[in-house]
């Protein structure tokens, strides 16, 4: 079965860091662009960052750039999100989703929750 | 303030046919492929519509995409009570470098 678990949520105060991860199964892992896409408390998506397969390649909003970074470990069929400097407004659901070429996010974890509060 | 614009919420009755519109720009829906994603109450979103206007397997011909210049909608027909959802609409944006994602529409099925 093709699957994108994520890990790594919890609570954390500000300017605190936190590292997900996302697992993948199911799918010839490196074949495939990697995404962080976030949803704060009652509103819409976001796009974080993406990752190409081989990892040359990435991709951040500006709202995180400079604070995250995107990485991956093919050998691991693992997706990294290693946050930095963490304000409340990064306060969501995370959800990492996987990309070929033109068909889209096809595949979505079920997300994991950061909050960042004092 | 989302880069792609959609209304807030739309809504019609069992049978009739809803209809929500996505507007963006030259740098995104203008010279990229528009997608649609559904997001049931808690639940992840999935992908609805890909490459503008086709379906991926399971997704039923109820749904259907359109773009037309910069602007792109997801027509449901036949609405039914399980499409009570939100739906984004996406784009990949040449100018930002980056995904572009509506603000999404709620559709309430009265």
């Known amino acids: 079965e093709v699957q994108l678990v994520e890990s790594g949520g919890g609570l954390v105060q500000p300017g605190g860091s936190l590292r997900l991860s996302c697992g993948a199964s199911g799918f010839n892992f490196r074949s495939y662009t990697l995404h962080w896409v976030r949803q704060a408390p009652g509103k819409g998506l976001e796009f974080v960052s993406g990752?190409?397969?081989?990892?040359?390649?990435?991709y951040l909003a500006n709202s995180v750039k400079g604070r995250f970074t995107i990485s991956r470990d093919n050998s691991r069929n693992t997706l990294y999100l290693q946050m930095g400097g963490l304000r409340p407004e990064d306060t969501a659901v995370y959800y990492c989703?996987?990309?070929?070429?033109?068909?889209?996010?096809?595949?979505w974890g079920p997300g994991t929750t950061v909050t960042v509060s004092s | 303030q989302s880069v792609l614009t959609q209304p807030p919420s739309a809504s019609g009755t069992p049978g009739q046919r809803v209809s929500i519109s996505c507007s963006g720009s030259?740098?995104?829906?203008?010279?990229?492929?528009v997608y649609w994603y559904q997001q049931l109450s808690g639940a992840a979103p999935k992908l609805l519509i890909q490459r503008d206007n086709q379906r991926p397997s399971g997704v039923p011909d109820r749904f259907s995409g359109a773009k037309s210049g910069t602007s792109a909608s997801l027509a449901i027909s036949g609405l039914r009570s399980e499409d009570e959802a939100d739906y984004y609409c996406?784009?990949?944006?040449?100018?930002?470098?980056?995904?572009?994602f509506g603000g999404g529409t709620k559709v309430t099925v009265l």
């Open positions: 989703a996987r990309h070929k070429t033109s068909d889209g996010m096809d595949v």
């Open positions: 030259r740098s995104n829906i203008g010279i990229n492929f």
């Open positions: 990752i190409s397969g081989d990892g040359g390649s990435t």
């Open positions: 996406a784009a990949w944006d040449d100018r930002l470098s980056i995904w572009v």
